[in-house]
């Protein structure tokens, strides 16, 4: 598949014959924000909340969901999960948009922008095997 670098937005000829209209940059589009966005808390769905000792629960991705113990209870974190995310993305939406158009957002970096800097409802996320996915 050929990477897209500008939407052709020229759909109009002028008198001349020739077309008329605005070629936008790809990558500072509402169009790539929009994609970049729309399956983020999607996939937020494939994590479930899980105990790892006395009292310690964690965030993790499950590859299986026949190996999880309380099954019902995994799917239920997990929705859970995805509905914050939906809600996060809504009152942080223009910013995070901003700065997608700016560039400013590294690959994996999403989470830590979008818990961390923006939304300041997590304290220093943990360097896991997973974080680097979202």
């Not at 509402?30 to 996939?43: M, S, T, Y």
């Not at 790892?52 to 239920?76: M, Y």
């Amino acid at each position: 598949m050929k990477p897209r670098n500008h939407l052709d937005m020229r759909y109009r000829l002028d008198s001349k014959g020739q077309r008329d209209g605005k070629l936008i940059d790809y990558r500072v589009s509402d169009l790539r924000v929009v994609e970049l966005l729309d399956e983020l808390c999607e996939k937020m769905q494939d994590y479930t909340l899980e105990q790892v000792d006395s009292g310690t629960k964690l965030w993790i991705k499950v590859k299986n969901w026949d190996h999880q113990t309380n099954k019902q209870e995994a799917r239920v974190h997990s929705k859970s999960i995805s509905s914050f995310c939906g809600r996060l993305l809504e009152d942080t939406e223009d910013e995070l948009s901003e700065l997608i158009k700016k560039g400013s957002i590294k690959v994996g970096s999403v989470a830590k922008i979008l818990c961390e800097d923006l939304s300041k409802l997590c304290h220093g996320t943990s360097n896991q095997e997973n974080e680097g996915e979202l």
